[in-house]
């Protein structure tokens, strides 16, 4: 089992915990255990349960801040407003259950 394999089962299963209950009432055993991980291994990879939220929330809107950063690109103001909320939109469709 590789080690980026146990991170990303973590992520996945925090994605899941924390869609489906309030980010108080998710634990970080919770989460280990679904993720079939240690719980050490959340501190190992994410520092805590703050972080780990902060490392879920970052890879569902990687697309999203992707299309924000603006630097170097020759599109207009407009033109990559549009391609945000292109890209938000998408996203959203992908994964229905964010906006909870």
Sequence with gaps: MSES???ERILQAAAKCFLENDYKKVTTREIASQANANVAMISYYFGNKSQL???VI???FAEIYQSLDVSGKEASLEDALL????VYYSVMMKNPELPA
Aim: aromatic content about 24%; overall charge negative.
């Design 5 to 7: 394999n146990v991170r």
């Design 53 to 55: 939220f902060e490392a």
């Design 58 to 60: 970052t890879e569902y």
């Design 83 to 86: 391609e945000s909320w292109q």
